[in-house]
């Protein structure tokens, strides 16, 4: 056991001066490197590069010492002493700060003029040190989850009537209420940040026992969302189920509990409708793993996917959330990430494909999670095909080769999701109204059978069946989800005819850019499907509207693949009858870029025509009706 004695003046002095010297050093090495004419290692990262470097690294030696001197001098005398068992280390250092930072926001007094001086550099004190695991896991340890979020009660309570109002007796009471908003402010941010460095290291208790107070647990959370935080997803997702529980299906529970004016203020913000699992939200969608973790969890994923009562709208926060731990992780470098994101879709899918309806916020990042699994939409359409149970797969192997000669460079997901027919259409009728929803899952089809018919066409000449074939599976993918986004709340023949014009509108893709020089690249089109659906907003382009003018009387989207499979064949150079196919730039236009005289004349000649034309269009058209049909209910 060592006992150090701190001059706080001369410490601070020494301080000020490594600075003052640090400064100095550095800028003239950069002006007499810059004023050099040949590179010189000394100057750069030489004697005196290092020694700048090492000079730089001493300031946290220096300031932690600083900073636990002035906690402990609590009788202003410039002087503090503390004790360290295993020598002065930097290491034994933050620990004895830690633990001096703790104890005294638990011995606070926020109504004490003395204090509040006390209270303002503990919070410079959490600010300079929320990123620091070492001083931040002591600072939490020592408060423990009650002492958090009691202190956050303390900092409520200097303008509430738990309060002895001091500040309204001041010289300056305007000035006081402002440096008082201030202290919340910085305390709220500081305790928040070091709440979410040290939590890495906590047990996952610590999140249902912040939640035992939902107001300070709403407040903490709304500071490490300002902040763009995160927190330990097993602390998250305990903190989550809490609050849940709390809630019982009651939104308007949180008006209930916190209908005093005390709790309505805190620092810069105003919460006149606090909602705790608001804040919680806010937060989910900060990162991959806390949004995984929320979505993870079968209960809170149901709850806030399908569950919930919806009159304060969170529903479209959770479809943030939805989509950060689904869509936009199903692509991620990391495999446990894109294998947790098809788990999560897989086990959503099936949820809502059976009995649950999803909340309207979720639709539209529904929507996105079948575009992004098209491919297994495309593998279980069929009746014959599909898993009983939710689950993953891996591309490429086993039951699930790589079709249309796609591999992995095709940009499918690595990980695929277990689906089946009956909840892939369950799902498809919840989201048809959708316009987002259905543009994504529209568009990400149309790509897919783009592909699908690229690849026929350019091995037409050794298989004569693969056109025949493509314009078959197209046209039962297309006419399946048709049907399927239409049906869920019509009832007349008449009514859903008018449907699935609509949303042949929303069956539009970039047709073009699928590539015929090499392996079809799909996977970053239907990413910017998804994203033009759902994150930009809904703006389909107007390919349909040229096509209803063209064929009012035959289905849209079977035109649209009509037009696909004639375009794929042109490419290719496999014979259409078409006689001269437009061209831009000696290339032939893709079925978006063809003007509405153009369209009609493309569609009348391939009508009229007979061998391959009128085999591949003549199953299209088979095929399309027979799904609707076979799978409609009109």
């Not at 932690?64 to 290491?91: H, M, P």
């Amino acid at each position: 056991m060592a006992d150090i004695k701190i001059d706080i003046k001369l410490l601070d002095s020494a301080l000020k001066k490594l600075d003052n010297l640090v400064s100095a050093v550095d800028s003239n090495r950069k002006s007499a490197s810059s004023n050099t004419p040949i590179s010189l290692s000394s100057l750069e990262d030489g004697d005196l590069g290092k020694t700048t470097k090492w000079l730089t690294e001493q300031k946290p030696e220096l300031q932690t010492r600083l900073d636990l001197a002035r906690l402990l001098d609590v009788d202003g005398d410039g002087q503090a002493t503390y004790s360290v068992k295993d020598g002065d280390t930097l290491a034994a250092v933050k620990r004895a700060l830690g633990d001096e930072m703790g104890k005294q926001l638990k011995d606070l007094d926020i109504d004490s003029v003395d204090d509040r001086k006390r209270a303002a550099a503990l919070a410079k004190l959490l600010q300079r040190y929320q990123d620091d695991k070492d001083v931040s896991g002591q600072v939490m340890n020592g408060l423990g989850p009650k002492g958090l979020t009691d202190v956050m009660n303390k900092l409520k309570d200097v303008f509430g009537r738990n309060s002895n109002g001091y500040w309204q007796r001041t010289m300056n009471v305007g000035d006081e209420h402002t440096a008082l908003i201030d202290l919340q402010e910085q305390m709220g941010k500081g305790l928040a940040g070091m709440f979410s460095t040290a939590s890495d290291k906590m047990d996952p208790s610590w999140g249902t026992k912040v939640a035992e107070d939902p107001w300070a647990a709403a407040i903490l959370l709304h500071y490490i969302d300002k902040s763009r935080k995160d927190v330990d997803p097993a602390i998250f997702e305990s903190m989550g189920t809490a609050l849940k529980d709390r809630e019982h299906n009651d939104p308007t529970i949180w008006g209930q509990i916190y209908n005093d004016p005390d709790y309505r203020h805190f620092g810069e913000d105003s919460f006149k409708e606090i909602n705790p699992l608001r804040e919680y939200l806010n937060v989910a969608d900060n990162s991959t793993r806390d949004a995984q973790a929320v979505m993870g969890n079968k209960d809170l994923r149901h709850y806030f996917t399908v569950e919930r009562q919806d009159s304060d709208h969170l529903s479209t926060q959770a479809g943030k959330v939805l989509s950060v731990a689904t869509t936009d992780a199903a692509y991620s470098e990391n495999k446990d990430v894109a294998k947790k994101a098809a788990e999560i879709s897989s086990d959503l899918l099936y949820d809502i494909g059976d009995k649950g309806k999803p909340l309207d916020g979720i639709k539209e990042e529904v929507g996105g999670i079948i575009a992004t699994y098209i491919a297994d939409a495309d593998r279980v359409h069929d009746q014959s095909a599909g898993e009983k149970t939710p689950g993953v797969h891996s591309w490429g192997a086993g039951e699930y080769p790589y079709g249309y000669g796609l591999g992995k460079e095709s940009g499918i997901p690595e990980f695929g999701i277990n689906l089946d027919q009956k909840h892939l259409r369950g799902a498809l009728e919840d989201i048809g109204g959708n316009e987002a929803a259905a543009s994504a899952v529209g568009r990400a089809t149309s790509i897919l059978n783009a592909a699908r018919f690229d690849y026929a066409a350019e091995h037409q000449a050794e298989d004569k069946g693969s056109m025949h074939k493509a314009g078959h599976e197209s046209a039962t993918l297309a006419g399946f989800m048709t049907d399927g986004l239409v049906n869920g709340d019509i009832d007349g023949q008449e009514e859903a005819a008018k449907e699935r014009k609509k949303i042949a509108q929303l069956f539009t893709s970039p047709i073009d850019l699928v590539k015929t020089d090499k392996v079809p690249v799909i996977g970053d089109l239907v990413k910017g499907a998804v994203k033009d659906a759902i994150v930009d907003g809904y703006t389909a382009d107007k390919t349909s509207d040229a096509i209803k003018s063209a064929n009012e009387g035959q289905a849209h989207t079977m035109s649209l693949t009509q037009l696909q499979a004639l375009y794929a064949m042109e490419k290719h150079d496999v014979p259409t009858g078409i006689k001269d196919w437009p061209e831009e730039n000696g290339h032939p236009k893709a079925p978006e870029q063809l003007s509405e005289k153009e369209l009609r004349r493309v569609l009348a000649e391939a009508d009229a025509q007979t061998g391959t034309t009128s085999d591949v269009t003549g199953e299209i058209d088979d095929a399309f009706d027979a799904y609707q049909k076979k799978y409609g209910d009109n």
